[in-house]
């Protein structure tokens, strides 16, 4: 069954505007990780935050995770155009195993 | 600041011949992924290997794969006879300590099966 999915699929915003994206998810986690890709490229961690936490911040980007909701968010504050890139959400499974499960991402595009 | 690396970065083969992609992982961690990403579409998991072991594995992770870590720092994926949906980025990964902690990701390895 799928686990993280994001909201929008895709997003188009001025530069300097904040980019809100969320990420649903269906089972119990132990935690969250937003990653970020650029265009045919790897993957680069940003946030990992808790169950037990609700908030989480790195420089301009801010993650929030409601648990009774299922649901995440990450903005990134003052959009630059090196944000252009798509944005994974990525939560562990029920069984506690290794795996992490992604959703489809939301591509953000930054417009100059 | 400490990375995982790919090799090679793109890998073009014929359809059933073998193909070896190569990992790094960041040295002081113990926990070994592999995932994959078929164009356009999200992340897949593949595998988790610890204490020299697979830990877990999806239902893609069939026959024809196999991973294996020769020696203290290089952690491959066989592919034995690929297939043309095998084409995809196959991303490494590696963590300290299982799911509690983040998964760094290297590059990743673009294989392309004609």
């Known amino acids: 069954s799928q686990q993280g999915e994001e909201d929008p699929q895709a997003l188009s915003i001025q530069e300097g505007e904040n980019a809100t994206m969320n990420c649903s998810y269906k089972?119990?986690?132990?935690?969250l990780q937003w990653y970020r890709q650029n265009s045919g490229r790897g993957l680069v961690h940003l946030i990992l935050?808790?169950?037990?936490?609700r908030e989480k911040h790195s420089g301009r980007l801010r993650v929030t995770l409601d648990t009774s909701k299922k649901s995440s968010s990450l903005l990134i504050t003052a959009s630059r155009a090196a944000d252009t890139a798509s944005y994974f959400c990525?939560?562990?499974?029920?069984?506690?195993?290794?795996?992490?499960?992604f959703g489809k991402g939301t591509r953000l595009h930054i417009l100059p | 600041e400490p990375e995982v690396t790919q090799t090679p970065s793109h890998q073009v083969t014929q359809m059933g011949q073998e193909v070896i992609l190569r990992c790094v992982p960041i040295?002081?961690?113990?926990?070994f992924y592999w995932y994959r990403q078929i164009l356009g579409q999200k992340v897949e998991f593949l595998v988790s290997?610890?204490?020299?072991?697979?830990?877990?594995k999806s239902e893609i992770f069939d026959d024809q794969f196999s991973v294996e870590r020769p020696d203290g720092s290089n952690f491959t994926l066989k592919i034995r006879s690929t297939k043309l949906e095998d084409s995809a980025m196959y991303f490494c990964?590696?963590?300290?300590?299982?799911?509690?902690?983040?998964?760094?990701f290297g590059p990743g390895t673009r294989l392309t099966v004609l």
């Open positions: 089972t119990s986690i132990n935690n």
């Open positions: 990525a939560t562990d499974t029920e069984n506690r195993d290794d795996k992490i499960i």
């Open positions: 040295s002081n961690h113990l926990y």
């Open positions: 935050i808790r169950s037990n936490e």
């Open positions: 990964a590696s963590s300290e300590s299982g799911s509690d902690n983040e998964q760094f």
């Open positions: 290997f610890y204490n020299n072991e697979i830990s877990e």
